[in-house]
């Protein structure tokens, strides 16, 4: 079955960049979209974008000054930069797979296991 | 930006409970709404999609009902594997979540 598996630097300094990767196993990662959703450690959830397998993407408003999602099909992954972090965006950051294949606006059915990321200096 | 309101906040129940939580959202998103089931430490986990269907592999003791801004997950018997944080989720518009309903041991 498929599996998603993110990595990554856990502590980033502030006004830095942080990158992390989310790994594809088990299954094609064309056809579907693919998500980065992150929860600040004892609070709620909030998505950050998507990326498509063709290479479109699609952005929390929020964030979208701040923030890239690319994909690379060769290896089966998919990433997140988000630039000039501060200490509010220590989170645990999470990839997730849309339900549906070729189908933007869905749930996520799969979700990685997580990956804390801690911004300070 | 679609805002999500779950209720309650923090719901205390025992096992054999009949438990109902409450999401509401600030515009209809018609039925384009998930639940999930958070433990701690781990990832969310999908129990329902499109307001009411149920995911593959999950217990038919959770359910989902509602449409438009009102929605609801209901657990017909708590197991003590249900002891967890619950969220729900639009995706009408981009995609939001509720604080979360974090269903306790009474």
């Known amino acids: 079955q498929v599996q998603l598996q993110e990595s990554g630097p856990g502590l980033v300094k502030p006004s830095e960049t942080l990158s992390l990767t989310c790994t594809v196993s088990?299954?094609?990662?064309?056809?579907?979209?693919w998500n980065w959703i992150r929860q600040p450690p004892g609070k709620g959830l909030e998505w950050i974008g998507y990326?498509?397998?063709?290479?479109?993407?699609t952005y929390n408003p929020s964030l979208k000054s701040r923030v890239t999602v690319s994909v690379d099909t060769s290896k089966n992954q998919f990433s997140l930069k988000l630039t000039s972090v501060t200490a509010a965006d220590t989170a645990v950051f999470y990839c997730?797979?849309?339900?549906?294949?070729?189908?933007?606006?869905?749930?996520?059915?799969?979700w990685g296991q997580g990956t804390l990321v801690t911004v300070s200096s | 930006d679609i805002q999500m309101t779950q209720s309650p906040s923090t719901l205390s129940a025992s096992v054999g409970d009949r438990v109902t939580i409450t999401c509401r959202a600030s515009?209809?998103?018609?039925?384009?709404l998930a639940w999930y089931q958070q433990k701690p430490g781990k990832a969310p986990k999908l129990l329902i999609y499109?307001?009411?269907s149920l995911e593959s592999g999950v217990p038919s003791r959770f359910s989902g009902s509602g449409s438009g801004t009102e929605f609801t997950l209901t657990i017909s018997s708590l197991q003590p594997d249900d002891f967890a944080t619950y969220y729900c989720?639009?995706?009408?518009?981009?995609?939001?979540f509720g604080q979360g309903t974090k269903v306790e041991i009474k």
């Open positions: 997730a797979r849309g339900r549906t294949s070729g189908y933007p606006s869905d749930a996520f059915d799969i």
């Open positions: 088990g299954g094609s990662i064309s056809t579907y979209y």
């Open positions: 990326v498509y397998y063709s290479g479109s993407t």
């Open positions: 515009q209809s998103i018609i039925s384009w």
């Open positions: 499109k307001a009411s």
């Open positions: 989720q639009q995706y009408n518009s981009y995609w939001t």
